[in-house]
């Protein structure tokens, strides 16, 4: 009867030990479910996360991210995240409104914009004016800037995930050196660009960060805060504002067509160019944050005079992500 019982109890043991074994490598195995919104985020989260998480932005590419709002199965993929991480700055209100509402009491939601930058250096303009109180939201286009986000997606990952707080760091540690490569390469390619025709002119204030760290001026925007088309006033400000300054190209978005930007251009005498983008990365195999910025720095320094074989040797590939 001992023997029986001892068998017993070391089947017992065995089938716990199996057991948890089984949970622990589960455990282990378990990818953090990561929401995200724009396709720059997005991107910028799967690199730091590589191998560790799985991302689902909901913003879909070339939709506008100011008048997006979420639909009912957004909800559920809220609703199950382990953690939500958008750009802040009032981009995405209805989103993180909807957040806040289904989400789990122990999903963080993180702003990488709001704690990236002190209130008393956000900025305000044509698009996005101060007596609306929404700041500009666009960060990423400085590279520094979108390091920082980097470094907060990382330590926000990290604190969640701690097991693999090394794989974030050695993501991150990769991947900012390939923005750091970048931002040298912005830098050479306004350097090539004529110093009177550093100056921008954008359907849309996407530049508004971007323009103060690289040395060129924004001249004017031509889209207004409620998103639509400007009034034949604000057309006739920005058409004298482009001959005082002689601007010579005005940017548009193939994914956000302006007649109006066209119609400026052609009074002006200013090429008109839509191909800048501010949320939507190109095709593969350059989909990647880094590839829509030297896309966008290839056009713009091309079209002021400059040379766009300065961003000829930024690797636009998503590196870090591995199987």
């Given at each position: 009867?001992?023997?029986i ?10 089938i716990i030990?199996?057991?948890s074994?089984v949970t622990?490598?589960?455990d ?13 985020i ?5 690199n ?11 913003v ?16 559920r ?5 382990d ?12 989103t ?27 900025r305000?303009?044509f698009?996005?004016p101060?007596?609306h ?19 907060i ?9 701690p097991r ?10 990769a991947y900012?050196a390939?923005?750091?490569?970048l ?10 660009i004529?110093?009177?025709?550093r100056?921008l ?9 971007f ?8 001249v004017?925007a ?12 604000e ?5 004298k ?28 005498g200013?090429?008109f160019?839509?191909?800048l ?5 190109p ?14 720095m290839?056009?713009?320094t091309?079209?002021?005079g400059?040379?766009?074989d300065?961003v000829a040797n ?6 870090t992500?591995?199987p």
């Open positions: 009867m001992k023997s019982r001892f068998t017993i109890k070391l089947l017992s043991f065995s030990f199996f057991f074994h622990h490598s589960a282990m195995d378990k990818r953090l479910n990561v929401v995200t919104t724009v396709a720059p997005t991107n910028i989260v799967r730091i996360g590589a191998g560790y998480i799985d991302v689902t932005g909901i879909p590419d070339g939709t506008d991210s100011h008048t997006f709002e979420p639909v009912p199965s957004d909800a993929i809220l609703e199950a995240a953690i939500i991480i958008v750009n802040g700055l009032d981009l995405e209100l209805p993180v409104k909807l957040a806040e509402k289904v989400k789990r009491a122990k999903t963080p939601i993180v702003r990488l914009g709001d704690r990236t930058l002190r209130n008393e250096d956000w305000y303009d698009s996005f101060r007596e109180g929404h700041p500009n939201p666009h960060l990423w286009p400085n590279i520094a800037l979108a390091m920082r986000y980097a470094e997606t990382r330590d926000s990952l990290a604190t969640l995930d693999n707080k090394e794989g974030y760091i050695a993501n991150t540690a900012l390939r923005l750091q490569k931002d040298d390469a912005i830098f050479d390619c306004v350097k090539s004529p110093e009177k025709n100056k002119v954008t359907y849309h204030d996407s530049f508004a960060y323009a103060p760290r690289y040395g060129m001026k924004v004017a031509i889209q207004p805060s409620s998103f639509s088309e400007p009034r034949p006033q057309m006739i400000r920005v058409i504002q482009v001959h005082k300054e002689k601007v010579p190209a005005i940017f548009g978005s193939e994914v956000f067509p302006s007649k109006a930007a066209e119609q400026i251009a052609r009074e002006t200013a090429r160019i839509d191909q983008s501010d949320d939507e990365l095709a593969p195999p350059h989909d990647s944050f880094i590839g829509m910025m030297v896309n966008n290839a056009v713009m091309e079209a002021l400059g040379n766009p300065c930024v690797d636009t590939r998503n590196h992500l591995i």
